[in-house]
């Protein structure tokens, strides 16, 4: 057999696939679009589709199996998931590159979350108290995210330089409670330690007037 007889032998479905791409006839139309041009796909004799146009229609298909019947839809994918797992994490990287503000936005938000679920866990851990990350997270809001002793900006994305205070310090018999519990820049943590907070704010006055003075202060310690 020839070229010329590959290029005249009538067009079937499987003869569609072993023809060599620059040899498929050009007389075959995309059904949907009228395209002319890398139709691959017949889905009945002479109904041709381009591989856009497919896609696009099993995309539709999806969609309306997953309006119709969410949950066994959803089951359907998680299932397909779990049987490819590199396809999955193939698409998964092809989303993300095509929806970067998207994915700064989920990154963004995870980041925030999972800070306050490592507070709560961290705070179990230490005084076996657990107080929801939730209820972390709606003082961190009533506190409109600001040290609540130097009233300085903490940051949630990283838990750098954020802790925790215990109102009344623990060794005082300060319970960990919500209403005892407050978010404060690491610093001014480590400089209160176990101090009241009007012991705190002499122990600061007392810093600022002895600096002020040049390092000469009339306060005595008694
Ligand atoms: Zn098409």
């Not at 009538?10 to 007389?27: A, E, Q, V, Y």
């Not at 075959?28 to 856009?52: E, F, G, L, M, T």
């Not at 089951?75 to 999955?88: I, M």
């Not at 215990?166 to 209403?179: A, D, V, Y």
């Amino acid at each position: 057999m020839n070229v010329l007889m590959t290029l005249i032998r009538p067009p079937n479905r499987m003869g569609i696939f072993d023809m060599p791409s620059k040899l498929l006839p050009t007389d075959r139309i995309c059904i949907r679009c009228k395209n002319a041009k890398a139709v691959v796909y017949a889905s009945q004799p002479h109904w041709y589709w381009c591989i856009d146009c497919r896609r696009e229609r099993n995309r539709d298909w999806a969609r309306k199996a997953s309006a119709t019947n969410p949950d066994r839809e959803r089951e359907r994918k998680r299932t397909w998931d779990r049987n490819n797992p590199e396809k999955k994490r193939m698409s998964v990287r092809r989303w993300r590159k095509a929806n970067p503000g998207k994915m700064a936005e989920f990154t963004r938000k995870y980041r925030k979350r999972r800070f306050f679920m490592y507070a709560s866990n961290t705070l179990k851990q230490l005084t076996g108290v657990r107080i929801p990350a939730l209820a972390l997270w709606g003082l961190w809001k009533k506190q409109r995210g600001r040290c609540a002793l130097t009233g300085r900006t903490l940051d949630a994305r990283t838990n750098y330089n954020v802790s925790l205070d215990h109102g009344i310090s623990q060794c005082k018999g300060g319970l960990t409670e919500l209403g005892n519990l407050r978010w404060v820049c690491l610093e001014a943590n480590f400089a209160k330690h176990k101090l009241s907070d009007e012991q705190f704010v002499t122990l600061c006055s007392d810093v600022v007037n002895h600096m002020n003075n040049g390092g000469k202060s009339n306060v005595r310690y008694t």
